[in-house]
Each structure stands twice: as C-alpha cells, then as structure tokens.
C-alpha cells in the first residue's frame, strides 16, 4: 500500500492562503487555493498568494482541486494557478458562482472547468474520492471534505462552527461527520482560528438581536459595515431592516455584487420593497434607511472608508448617523479601522464597534466546538492548521488533555510533508514552497530582494548621484550632478557629499577612470559614507556615469 | 479681567504627544511635552512630536513646562523643545530623574533648569499658581494639576486612575480634589483613556497574583514583558521573585537603566539577593529565574524581539521557557506583536497574552473612576483629551448623563483655542500646530512632501533614466540608460520605456533639447506614460541629463 502524503503550501502555521496536497501513490488532489492579506513590512504588496512549483512540477498528477468554501483564502488564488494548471475545480453551487464571478473579474473570459457538488455528494478522482459534508461557517454551503484513501480517511474540518440556529436552518451534518468517525479517520485537518476562545461561540443568528436594537434605537440613519462575502449577515439585515420600517441600500462594488448573486441564486431572499438604490436614498427619511457599505477593514478604498474622508461620491456622513461594525479587525488592520472610526466620529455619526448585544460573530467555532469535532471525528492523528504557531500549540495542549498522546499531533507547518502509513506517520522531506506578493497593479510578484529595495527607499529616499566621464582619456568632464526624493537629511549633506564625490573622483588612478563600473562605485561609496557619517541615514544611492567624448 | 485660554498643541483628539498651553494675559504655562508614535504610513518615521512653532513665537510669555509624569508621551519632546526654549521645567523627584537620565542621552551635556515640585506643593508663576495634586498611574508620582486662574482653576487631571492599594501605598489625593472641587473648577482637562471600559478597573497591585501563579506554574524560566518606565510593576515582578524562590534579571539597555535609576532613588525596593546580572544566569536552574526584557510591542531591536529572532547575543529561547506579556498592544502594533509571539512558540517557548488572574492592568481608570472625579471637582466645563474622537465623543455622552448640559463640555482637538470668561467658553481662533515626523537617525523633521515621495518609493520603486546631450547643438550623445531598485514589472517595460525615451527624444525640436531641463521632463514623462501603460504602477521616476560636449 502507498503512503498517504499532507502536504500544506498554505495555511499551515497562519490564518490566510489555505492550500493543501493529500497525495497517494502517484495522484495528488488539492485542497483550498486561497490568498493572504500583506503585513506592514510588505511595501507595495496587494495579496500574498502560494508558490505553486510543486503543484506545477506535479502537474500531471493533479486529479482537482476540490475548494470547501468561497472565501478569498480558500479560492482566491485559483485565478492565478489555473493559468499554469489544467485542472478540474469542485465546489458547490454557491462557491461555483463566487468563484466564477471572481474569475470573470481576473480572468477575462477564461473558462476554468468547475463542477459542481451538492453537500452530501462524493466525487471519485481516481482511487481517492472526496465527500462533501455541509458545516456551518460564515459564507453559504461550506464543507469539510472527508478524503478516503487506502489507510483511512483523511477528515479536512474547513473552516467550521456548530451553529445550531444558522440563519438558512441547515446545520453541520453532525451525523456524517459522527458516521465518519465510526469509519475510521486517519487524520483530521482541523481549524484552529478560535482555538484560544474558551466554550461554545453564538450563533450567527443572534446577531439579528444586535441589529434589532440598533436599528431601533438609531435616531437616523443606519450605516453597516461588514465582509461583503457574509450572506447569512446580509440576510439579517435585510430582514431586521424590513422588520424595523427601513429600507436597505447598498454601498462599495463588491457589496453590490455578492447581494446580486446571492439573490439571484436564491441564497438571500430579499423581503419585498425592502432594497433600493443608493442613489435613492434621498426619497426617505433618514431613520427609514440602512446602508451597508464595504470598509469594515479600513481599507484605504473602501466606500466606508472614502465617506470617513469625505471623498464618496454617492453619500456623506451626516450628523445623525449611526454606523456599526459588523465585523472583528484582521490583526494589523486596527491602526487603520480606528482611524477610519475617529474621521467618522469627527463628522458627526456615532459608531458602534462593540455592543451588550452582539452585532458580529465568529464564523469559527470555539474551544468546544473543536473539541466536539475532535470527539465525534474520532481521528487518529490530529493536525491542527488554519491558525498561527500559538493556536497549534494551544490546539496540542487541548487535545493531549483529551487524551491524544503526543505523537499523534502534528503542528505542521508550510512546505512539510507528513507522511502517514498503517503504522506510524512521521514528517518527510520538505518540498519547494514559499510566498508570492503580488502587486495587483501589475499582477507580478514582488520578489524579496526588490521587497529589501522598496524598504530601504521607503525609510530614507534615494539619493542618485551622476556624472560624466571621457572614459577613453579617463577624465572626468562635468561636474557631479545630485538628485534626491524621500531623503530627510539637511541640504549640508549634499554639499559634503558633492565634495567627497569631487574629491575621490579625483583621487582615482587615470586608468581607473576608464572603467564605468569602478567609477560607480567610486561615486556611489562617496555618498553613503558622508550621508552616514553626517547625519546617520541608510539611502538608496545610485551612480550614474555617463560616458563622453573627449 | 482676561480671558482664560486653554490650547491644546498635542494629545487633543489623540492618545500620544501631550502638550497643552494655559493662558492668562501675557503668561502662559505649558502643561506636559510629549511624543507619540508614527502609524505604519509614516516611513522611516520612528517619533512624532508636536510643532512647537506657537510655543517658539510666544517664547517670552512662557513662565514654565509643568510636568504631570515622566511617561514618553508627556515628557519624550523635551529634549526638543528645550533647545529652542529656556525656559523652567518643573516635575517631581521621580520625574526629574527620569527627564535627566533621558536628556542625557539626547542632549549630551545640555543642563536644562529643572526644578522639584512634591506632590502636595504648589509653585507660583506670575499671576498664575499651579499645584502638584497626587494621583495613582503606572508610574510613581503622577499629579494632577490645579491651575489658579482669575476664573477659577483649571484642573489637569493627568493620566489617572482611582487605585485604593496601589504598590507603593500612595493613593490618588482624593481629599484635596474634593476641596479643589468646592473652591471651584473652572474647568477639568480629563484623561479619557478607557472610557469605553464599563466600571471600575483592577488595581495594580492585583497584578502580583496573576504573576505568582505564573511564576510558580512555569517549568522553566519566565520571561516577562513590559513597559519599562513602569517601576510598580517592577516591583511586584520582584517581590513575586523572591516569594517564590526565583532570581531576577534584566534584558534591554532602557529596562536596566530604569531599574538602576528607580532603585538608586529610592522609588524600587530590590529583595536582597533577588537581583542577579543577565550573563549570570547560567548559574541558576531554569526554575529559579525570571527574566524581565523589553519588546512588549514588538520593536524590532528590543531584547525580547531580537530573541525570537534568534538575534540576540546574551540568551536564547528555549523549550521549556514560559513568556509572560504584562502589557497590552498599542493600537497598530498587534502584526508585530503577535508575529514575535509565534516565533516564540515556534522555538519552543509557552507564552502566556492573557489570564484569568490579570498580568496586566491599565493605569488608566475605567468608566465609573471618570465619573468619580468628574462628581469630586464639579467643574463648570469639562474638556475630555487624552483620547481620540471616538473616546471624548463617548465620554461627553457620559457626562451629559450625569446632568452637564452640552454647551459645557467640549471636545477640543489639536491647535482650537477654548476661551473662557466669566459669562461664558468659546472656541477662538486655531493657532499653528501640526505634528513633526522624526527620522531618529538623523534628528530631522520628515517634512510631508518628503514623505509622499517615500511612499511612493516604497510602494513601486525608483526608475533612474540617464542621457548625455550636447546641449550647445542641441544632440543627444548616448544612448538612454535605465537603472531601477524596488520596481517589480516586467523587464519588457524597461525595454520598451528605453524605446519611448528614444523616440521623445528623437521627437523634440533640436532647439528645445538644449534645455536640459526640458528633456529631463520629457524622458521622464516618456518613461512614466510607458510603465503606466503597460504594467498600471507609479515609480517615481528620476531623469539625469549630463551635459557633453561636441
């Protein structure tokens, strides 16, 4: 018998691009293909996604990739491997539609081979087959995919939580999942986002509670921001709106288009009368309208955030109004959100970011829901991802406590191979993985030295310092010419600089002066150690030496 | 009589970089001289401190800067303002310490007029009188400042909380506020810090039973994170030390010379034999140590940061090591901070954020601490700083609850002027102010045109295009060159930017290219309009003309 091979490029040791290879024999499937946000080192950088070199070296053993939920990191980065990979995708008919509308946006009339699959259905894909099993989660018709291999199953959790009041009344298929265990699971893939949250999280449905009171209690206006991929919150506000005498309005592009394709498909139902245009809001009093707008993460572009500057064409912030955050801050966006609250709070809205009655929820289960995943699943081995290090060693700790000895619990990080057979499982060789940034404006990664450049540039300028030069007679004909941007050092500097450059030009052999390349050098080295010696700055600096004619 | 006039220069409408002038006629007095810190958009920004261009055109009516505590964000501009200004600082013994030990760093020798107040006195400057009213805060002798005006006085209540068995015994001087109160508050500056916390918050001391479960569960040795100005804590990490048989050390050069100042002075009561030096730890058994290190917000050249990268000289994480962190995250560093914590998991170490019995507590105090002052002193106008928008914005819905009418709290922001007389207060006119962005490296203001450029350098990168022209005849002599750092497109765009280049310049009329400064336009328009085309990004772009003869 084969082994059977885990192998995560994504999403193991972090909270982003989820992308993972079960491998057996000589066919491989792949789990998830999402992308990750940059952190604030990441200059220029737009979305992080996997390097996908194994995946291509592999390419012929690729049976699908088979995606749980239509989260951006868990299909975002399809549009940027399906290019190099011919590959059938499997989602469900909700992910299918999210994902192709995402791909028309990227791909521009590509035509990606998906397939679709109701929760409950298995896809055989060679001697592997892949069954879907519905769990809740904050988007429509997530799955964890129970992967059956010669050893036993191979259990991904998804990003999951045991809602048993989720607003479309389907709950996680707890029965399959405890049929599963009785199977046999010889691994569970499990989330661990809330890993570090004790007991039991509340139900999505309980936010409608919040936006009840909000709603009500708002003297004007309703501004509320939120994932624009949250359908099931969608739902709630449409429905407290209609309830509560508003009309729902929408604000931000991507908002605008989920709505569309969830209405259209039949995931919200819109009560009638309740939706109209932005551009109508004018034709109702203020405390009859709610708007939800995208911006929950202080992006700089985000229809919330223009209005926070007063740069939104289509609505102002008024006195008034009042705006809620549907939605937790991504670690490194709270510096941003804040800021976007005070601008707020400065033109007159009151905002409400926390409430005694919740107006956001987890789509991630906490610390008993895990544990009653881990109970019911009944796993051998227990691999815990979708978390960072310090949520895979609380996960550890958690499960040992339950009984799980130690050296069934793998902490696995990106690139690792954990090899499994009938009788032990053991980490193999790394394979090639890494992090591409991509700068959306060119759809080209960033590489980590041109990432080390924009750095340095961003810190302290450029300094660029150029000359001509008869390099035939090795004599130097113009004067040394500096030009800097983003440099903070005084003007002396450059004077001083100017003359070290004067000075060893002048100082270099005849013949030296004949090679450009030394003279750059030469010129360049004059500056940074002025520039360093005065006033203590790393720039970028960059010779120029023009060639003339004598 | 004249007009009272409150204006804030800094920490208005902004956690950070206190510094409020008082004025009375021809006296003013400032209140507190702080830094706060740059957001993740300020490149190569490592502090913010207030223009102090009104202090410096008013440098004759300035009787004194009184200091409220000796936190960065109340004293860190001194060594700024100092140079510019002579003029009496007045702090306690504490405080004065501190101040000095940090002008010496930054001053080299300067000898500013410092004088000592004790909590309890009062100083008189001129018409006016300030005096020193004792509080609890996270540092020993913060005061509240009574300010006697013609008015009436205007209370600063410096950062406060309400502790009743703070760690050194001396409580807030609740009896003089209330006096203050019936003799007459004109008006109270208030810290609003966490006034979105409901209730009344822990007391510092209570920290000690969070660290004596802590230090006796660990296996190993406890590290332990936290600001370093905070001596209380200090203390407590110590007593908890030799109550439980461990050694104590320190790592990071500003939390040793903290102590070392704290313990000279008197303030810092060191257990016999509990103190040992960093490089001796050897010689102890893991169970016997507690290591106290700097880095609780992810600096990246503090101790503890440095360790989890591997990076530090005097000791390395091990398995078995318990990281204890006794401080929250300021707003925008949570990416940091958290990115070091899963270093540190990854090497082995448990750490410890949170836990049901406090390791950390605010020394600011809670919703009901506010209240309690606000209900002591009575002021007839309340003025909420210390806090962003969204804090005075709750904290003036606070009071309006506890009967103040609106027209009697104001929520003033950087540089407004409140003027206040007998009959009533009014916003006068703004006064300059505005915020300097330091470059540490070089002690220079980071002027904001500089700033754009390094954002824009740091986002895309630089493209440098070069060419010789013999600007007599009006001929191009070389042939274009092209250098880039930090530009991540294609190599094609180069190419085709350098054939841009060449047909501009090939289109100019000959007359015109004896201008170099319109050919430097047109070769960096040419190559601006090709990468902007072909790959959507925005270098800046630097043209070079060198001049050549025929």
């Not at 924009?454 to 008869?470: E, P, Q, W």
Request: hydrophobic residues 40%; charged residues 25%.
């Amino acid at each position: 018998m084969s082994l059977v091979q885990i192998i995560p490029l994504g999403g193991a040791g972090e909270i982003g691009k989820n992308c993972t290879v079960v491998r057996q024999g000589d066919e491989m499937i792949v789990v998830d293909c999402g992308i990750s946000f940059p952190h604030e080192e990441h200059f220029g950088v737009d979305i992080v996604i996997p390097d996908f070199t194994f995946l291509i070296e592999n390419k012929d053993l690729i049976q699908g990739v088979f995606i749980t939920h239509a989260h951006e990191d868990h299909v975002g980065a399809l549009s940027f491997l399906l290019p190099e990979l011919e590959v059938p995708v499997y989602a469900t008919t909700f992910g299918a539609a999210m994902i192709k509308s995402k791909l028309d946006e990227r791909m521009r009339g590509a035509n990606p081979d998906i397939h679709i699959v109701e929760p409950g259905d298995t896809v055989e894909v060679g001697a592997l087959s892949v069954e879907y099993v519905r769990v809740t989660h904050s988007i429509p018709e997530t799955c964890a995919l129970a992967i059956r291999t010669e050893h036993g199953i191979v259990l991904f959790t998804a990003d999951f939580k045991f809602d048993f009041t989720p607003v479309d009344g389907l709950t996680s298929d707890i029965a399959r999942l405890t049929e599963l265990g009785k199977e046999g699971v010889l691994a569970l893939i499990s989330d661990s986002t809330n890993i570090d949250r004790p007991g039991w999280g509340p139900s999505e449905s309980e936010v409608s509670n919040g936006l009840r009171k909000a709603f009500t209690e708002a003297p004007g206006r309703v501004l509320m921001t939120m994932f624009s991929s949250n359908v099931h919150r969608m739902q709630q506000a449409l429905d407290v709106a209609h309830e509560t005498g508003r009309k729902l309005a929408v604000a931000g592009r991507r908002m605008e288009s989920t709505l569309q394709l969830a209405a259209r498909e039949g995931y919200v139902d819109i009560p009638e009368g309740t939706f109209i245009r932005l551009d109508d809001i004018q034709s109702y009093g203020d405390n009859k309208l709610v708007i939800l707008s995208t911006g929950s993460q202080g992006e700089p572009m985000a229809a919330l955030s223009q209005m926070s500057r007063q740069e939104y064409g289509r609505m102002q912030i008024k006195k008034g109004d009042t705006v809620l955050y549907s939605a937790r801050p991504i670690p490194g966006n709270e510096g941003a959100i804040w800021r976007t609250v005070n601008r707020l709070f400065l033109l007159g809205a009151n905002v409400i970011t926390e409430s005694e009655v919740p107006i956001h929820v987890s789509g991630h289960g906490y610390q008993e829901e895990v544990k009653m995943m881990v109970n019911i699943t009944n796993p051998y081995y227990v691999v815990p991802v979708h978390g960072e290090p310090r949520h895979q060693m609380i996960y550890r700790e958690m499960v040992k406590k339950m009984g799980w000895p130690e050296h069934r619990v793998f902490t696995i990080q990106n690139g690792q191979t954990l090899m499994i057979d009938s009788n032990k499982a053991e980490y193999g060789p790394e394979v090639e993985w890494g992090e591409l940034l991509i700068d959306q404006h060119g759809d080209v990664a960033v590489t980590s030295p041109v990432l080390g450049e924009r750095t340095a540039l961003g810190h302290d300028g450029v300094i660029v310092v150029s000359v001509g030069v008869d390099l035939k007679r090795g004599e130097v004909k113009t004067r040394p010419e500096i030009t800097t941007r983003g440099f903070s050092g005084p003007s002396e500097v450059i004077d001083e600089g100017m003359e070290a450059v004067c000075d060893a030009l002048a100082a270099m052999k005849q013949g030296a002066r004949t090679d450009a390349f030394i003279i750059r050098d030469v010129i360049e080295s004059a500056i940074k150690k002025t520039v360093q010696r005065t006033c203590r700055q790393r720039p970028v600096v960059i010779g120029v030496v023009v060639p003339e004619k004598g």
